[in-house]
């Protein structure tokens, strides 16, 4: 039963908002690369590295690049549907 319901919020929190609720690639990627930052952290905490030498910048632009890529094919596909300028 516990399994069933974690099924759904994690459908929910991976589909886009709206009626049909497609899974998004964005946040299906967003998420991997989230854990694998997550891990990346665990791994430099557990050898011993010092919170401040860990590349923080790196870390974040590598957790938003899926999302941000996401985002900018729409907007590509949403301009050149209508341009500016008819």
Do not use: C
């Not at 690639?25 to 694998?36: D, F, K, N, P, T």
């Amino acid at each position: 039963m516990i399994f069933s319901n974690l099924g759904k919020v994690a459908r929910e929190v991976l589909s886009e908002p709206g009626p049909n609720g497609t899974l998004s690639w964005g946040r299906i990627a967003s998420s991997v690369v989230l854990v694998a930052a997550v891990v990346w952290i665990a791994h430099s905490l557990i050898k011993g590295v010092v919170l401040s030498s860990i590349p923080w910048r790196d870390i974040g632009e590598f957790i938003l690049m899926p999302y941000g890529s996401n985002k900018l094919s729409t907007m590509v596909q949403a301009f050149s549907q209508n341009p500016v300028n008819k």
